[in-house]
């Protein structure tokens, strides 16, 4: 039976074409002309046999730009016996999508099926994807989303749970270089003229592309547009490629996963000691427009939790850098923030004061607050004093080893250790120094007797 197909859907209007952006013009129409995804649609995988046997079920397609997201959709759309009908997500409010559910109610009484597709359905506030919910559950609409945006963090949960996620990838510069091939010899590209491209210009398309293809045929547009037509055929120069793909866009959303990918793969790339790899991700971000002073601020809690005590000037250098970066911003500002990248990841590790701190966090939020004890407390009035307060403090300056028989910590925590120290580093000058504080303190405590304790709290 032939599968019918909504008119008009993604199709450019006739005696249009040249008009019509080429990536649009060379939309693939079936499987068989997608690029990429071979995990998804090669040869018996199951969205191939979902969409080829009509039973798609409520889906979302999420991937980077440029991956066949929306292809997809074209592809379903031509081939289901579906009504399709495609939303806005910039355009579309809650009241044409109740309008259509409505429609879509209608047309399941009498057995018709309708697909949905919202392209950037990240964008859908929530009521808005709160309107499809009911129908979805009902089973009156398919619904199938794209976003370039985690789902997880930016469909409804209770929405997403009724959705097959399908996770598309950036294709490979083979892939992207296959279809530029082909859409030099498509005659829905360039009227049928003769393009002379080499391969190396065409794979220099393909890497420039990042693993958009959508990006890729744009670019041999540009090209193919802008170079010298002579006896019958058009020829693409080394120098035409190079001025239209002088600069590359990166992938990098400021505000959403890629951003918070990015900055993982900083930190964890100066946390192994991988300079080589900090510098790179650090590179990404900076050159896809992060705010200098943003990248700073985390390299600055990274000198304290990560180095820390190992190497006490990282902290230095770090803030030291923040304030570049503050003086003079970008792009002067990369090779402070690149040296400061460097040092950290060369740098001894240690995270003992992270772990001193989360330690000492815990009792203080899960135990009972404990008052100071009066031998620390500040006495600046006379009442106070006569409270006790500061009663028998000694200054650790003038006491044998620099170090006073008193109590600082409460009395149900006495001999609480937060602070372990590593043997990174300067940090293990530190560990050593601490041995024998404790060694003194102990030996304080023999003095004192069985039984005895330090100037004590209340």
């Given amino acids: 039976m032939k599968k019918s197909v909504q008119p008009g859907l993604f199709e450019p209007p006739e005696g249009e074409d040249e008009r019509t952006p080429l990536a649009e013009r060379l939309r693939p129409r079936t499987l068989d002309e997608v690029a990429g995804q071979r995990h998804l649609i090669g040869e018996g995988k199951v969205l ?30 031509r081939t289901t016996n579906a009504r399709f009908i495609t939303f806005s997500a910039v355009t579309s409010g809650i009241k044409d999508i109740k309008e259509v559910m409505r429609q879509a109610d209608e047309g399941r009484v009498f057995g018709r099926k309708t697909i949905v597709f919202v392209d950037e359905i990240h964008r859908f506030n929530k009521a808005q994807q709160d309107a499809f919910l009911p129908f979805v559950e009902k089973g ?8 370039t945006e985690n789902p997880s963090f930016e469909v409804n949960g209770a929405l997403l749970s009724r959705c097959k996620v399908f996770v598309l990838k950036g294709l490979s510069v083979d892939e992207i270089s296959d279809l530029l091939r082909r859409a030099l010899k498509d005659p829905r ?13 065409v794979k220099a398309i393909a890497t420039f592309a990042n693993g958009d293809a959508r990006s890729a045929i744009s670019t041999l547009e540009m090209v193919v547009l802008n170079s010298e037509e002579a006896d019958g055929a058009i020829s693409v120069t080394a120098d035409c490629v190079a001025q239209c793909t002088s600069r590359k866009s990166l992938l990098y959303d400021k505000g959403g996963e890629e951003h918070y990918n990015i900055i993982s793969a900083l930190h964890k790339s100066m946390r192994n000691s991988d ?47 923040y304030h570049a970066c503050h003086f003079i911003g970008m792009p002067e500002c990369s090779v402070h923030l690149a040296e400061a990248v460097i040092y950290l990841s060369v740098a001894p590790k240690s995270n003992s004061s992270y772990i001193a701190y989360e330690r000492a966090k815990k009792d203080a939020m899960e135990r009972v607050a404990e008052p100071v ?26 006491a044998e080893k620099k170090i006073a028989d008193i109590q600082c910590l409460p009395d149900s925590l006495q001999g609480t250790e937060y602070y372990s120290p590593t043997n990174e ?29 330090p100037v004590p709290g209340p």
């Fill in 48 to 77: 191939r046999g979902m969409i080829e046997n009509d039973k798609v079920p409520s889906m979302i397609f999420w991937g980077p730009p440029g991956v066949g997201k929306t292809t997809l959709a074209n592809v379903i759309a």
């Fill in 189 to 201: 590209a360039f009227g049928g003229k003769r393009v002379e491209m080499s391969d190396d210009l």
């Fill in 425 to 453: 580093g300067v940090e293990a000058r530190i560990a050593k120094r601490l041995a024998e504080i404790k060694a003194w303190k102990s030996e304080l405590a023999k003095r004192r007797g069985p039984g005895a304790s």
């Fill in 373 to 398: 004890p009066l031998v620390i407390r500040n006495a600046p009035t006379k009442l106070m004093k006569e409270l006790d307060y500061g009663k028998g403090y000694r200054l650790a300056h003038y």
């Fill in 140 to 147: 009156s609409i398919i619904l199938i989303g794209a976003t």
């Fill in 275 to 321: 300079p080589d790899a900090a510098v790179y991700w650090l590179a990404r971000m900076l050159e896809g427009g992060e705010d200098p002073l943003y990248v700073a601020r985390r390299i600055t809690r990274f000198a304290s939790e990560d180095v820390g005590l190992a190497d006490p000037r990282a902290l230095e250098i770090a803030v030291a850098a």
